[in-house]
């Protein structure tokens, strides 16, 4: 859905559709339907510079294979888009191979994702003298930076995360890798049981099962729950992450008094583009009464996913699609932000005069969000 731009040789997902809505009040009135669009959407800086680094790899070092580790960005779209280009993928679901290091040699390029990657396979790049564009975001390694103090003075991290994210996966790696050791709390009903177990109102015997998959290898929550400092992944839900790290600060203040100040660190890293598309959604819902919500972006993806959250939280009827091909006149393939099934419904799109509220997470190109915009005008005219 890109194209090569001449002018800026780069491969461009610009879309004049959106450029125009957005320039134009982020509102739209066709016909019985009004869409609003928020100020700010779709791809963050670190997805541009992430994209761009790769052109310029792919330019400057012609005749050599990219290899991506995996998913450059948790957009479908783009990724296909850089296979088509010729770019190989290690691992993931767009994966070229068995996963295996031993498909690249030493005059290939390895491409590290802007999530970051593991320590592993950072070593194992470097021991092979596989030369690597690292695309990390800034942004990503500010916690990264956060942790490494925190190890440094014995704290354990709580990661208010994804257990299984690229980002988060990366940032356990390192903690381990350092010596260090990690708890990751989901939600809030998990921000509770850690809670509970730090009040000493659930016996230690039940952490393991509570935090199965979720905790570093050899965690003594005896031990290991006496000094903690908190970071989040970097596109949680930033009022979420407020919750947790306040819910998780409380306990520790009941169990240790005024010690508190010793044991207990907060950080809030989540980053920027993420805080900005979450708090311009919400404008757009705070000055409009809307009859339902569009979120697009990948399935996976992260911040997308929070997006979505935020309407179903304001009790606005809210879809979750990936690609315009997901949205006909009469139906919508949708991710279910509670199960995360991928459903189609039927008559998604109510009678009468509807204002529709539209956004884009930061992984979704703006050619994807006015195509899925045009369709909107096309199902209800
Ligand atoms: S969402 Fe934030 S952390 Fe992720 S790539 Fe964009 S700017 Fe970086």
């Known amino acids: 859905m890109g194209k090569y731009d001449d002018t800026s040789e780069r491969y461009a997902y610009t879309s004049a559709l959106i450029k125009d809505l957005k320039a134009s009040g982020g509102r739209l009135e066709r016909g019985r339907v009004t869409i609003h669009v928020p100020e700010q959407s779709g791809f963050c800086w670190g997805v541009d510079r992430a994209l761009a680094m790769i052109d310029d790899a ?3 070092i012609p005749g050599r294979r990219v290899w991506l580790l995996n998913q450059i960005i948790h957009n479908p779209i783009v990724n296909r888009d850089l296979k088509a280009r010729g770019v190989h993928f290690l691992r993931g679901p767009f994966a070229d191979g068995d996963g295996s290091f031993d498909q690249l040699n030493a005059t290939d390029v390895a491409v590290v994702p802007a999530f970051s990657a593991e320590v592993e396979d950072l070593q194992e790049l470097e ?3 596989i030369p690597v564009v690292d695309t990390t975001c800034p942004w990503v390694i500010k916690p990264h930076r956060r942790t490494e ?7 354990t991290t709580v990661i208010h995360g994804t257990a299984g994210h690229d980002e988060t996966l990366a940032s356990c790696s390192l903690i381990r890798h350092l010596g260090g050791h990690y708890l990751i709390v989901h939600d809030l009903v998990e921000t509770e049981l850690l809670c ?17 998959g979720k905790c570093s290898p050899g965690f003594d929550p005896a031990q290991h729950l006496q000094r903690i400092g908190m970071i989040n992944q970097t596109t949680m839900l930033a009022t979420e992450s407020r919750e947790v790290a306040a819910r998780v600060a409380a306990a520790m203040r009941e169990r240790d008094g005024e010690q508190v100040a010793e044991s207990f660190r907060d950080f809030d890293t989540i980053c920027r583009a993420t805080q900005d598309n979450q708090d311009s959604f ?7 009464e809307l009859d339902l919500l569009i ?3 990948g399935f996976d993806s992260s911040n ?6 935020i309407g179903d939280d304001a009790g606005i009827p809210s879809y979750h699609i990936e690609r315009p091909e997901d949205l006909t006149a009469t139906t919508i393939r949708h991710r279910r932000r509670k199960t995360g099934e991928i459903v189609v419904d039927e008559n998604w799109l109510p009678a009468g005069t509807v204002q529709i509220g539209m956004t884009a997470g930061a992984s979704t190109p703006d050619t994807i969000f006015g195509a899925v915009v045009e369709r909107v005008l096309a199902a209800a005219n």
């Open 304 to 309: 997308t996913k929070n997006l979505a959250r």
């Open 58 to 60: 792919l330019r400057e």
């Open 196 to 212: 509970a177990h730090l009040r000493g109102e659930r016996s230690l015997a039940h952490f393991a099962e509570d935090f199965a």
């Open 127 to 129: 021991r092979r003298a």
């Open 295 to 297: 979120v697009v972006g």
């Open 282 to 288: 919400l404008a757009v819902l705070a000055r409009t």
């Open 149 to 155: 103090r925190y190890v440094k003075d014995g704290y």
